[in-house]
């Protein structure tokens, strides 16, 4: 996978931004419509804060025309874009990187895809290095706001 310059959303100190839900959205959206395959996204952050809603953002803007679901239970969803595939990957449920074989995770993450992974610190060493790393966290007494850091 070639390497990608690291995405830092406009009007971002350090490529931090605070966001509502919209603007999460409408940023996701920006990001899927900028991105080239092939392009490994990981996304963390605590339960809620809004990782499969940025997933679904990117793949709108990617041009997904499919409606995109958490992939919670089934951890592999696959979505076509004529850009190319996408695949949304939701580690949660794995208990040990060693279950990633299971799920094609070679495969996934070497393919000419979009890849977007949520919850990736469950795959440890076997999470490629050359990836663009999103993180969301809660900003504090204002829940309905997000802090979002790129890159």
Known sequence: MPAHRHIVPARAASGQLTVSESELVEWGEHLGRSSSPPLLVTITGELG?????????????????????????????????????????????????????????????????????????????????????IDLSYVPDDPSRRILFAG
């Not at 076509?80 to 799920?103: G, M, P």
């Not at 996934?108 to 490629?128: C, D, K, Y």
């Open 49 to 133: 804060a809004g990782k499969t809603t940025l997933a679904k953002a990117i793949c709108r803007g990617y041009g997904v025309a499919e409606d995109v679901t958490s992939p919670t239970y089934s951890i592999v969803q696959q979505y076509s874009s004529e850009r190319s595939t996408v695949y949304h990957v939701d580690l949660y449920r794995l208990e040990a990187s060693d279950q990633l074989t299971n799920i094609g995770w070679d495969e996934l993450v070497s393919a000419h895809a979009l890849v977007l992974v949520e919850w990736p610190e469950r795959a440890g060493a076997r999470l490629p290095r050359n990836h663009l790393p």
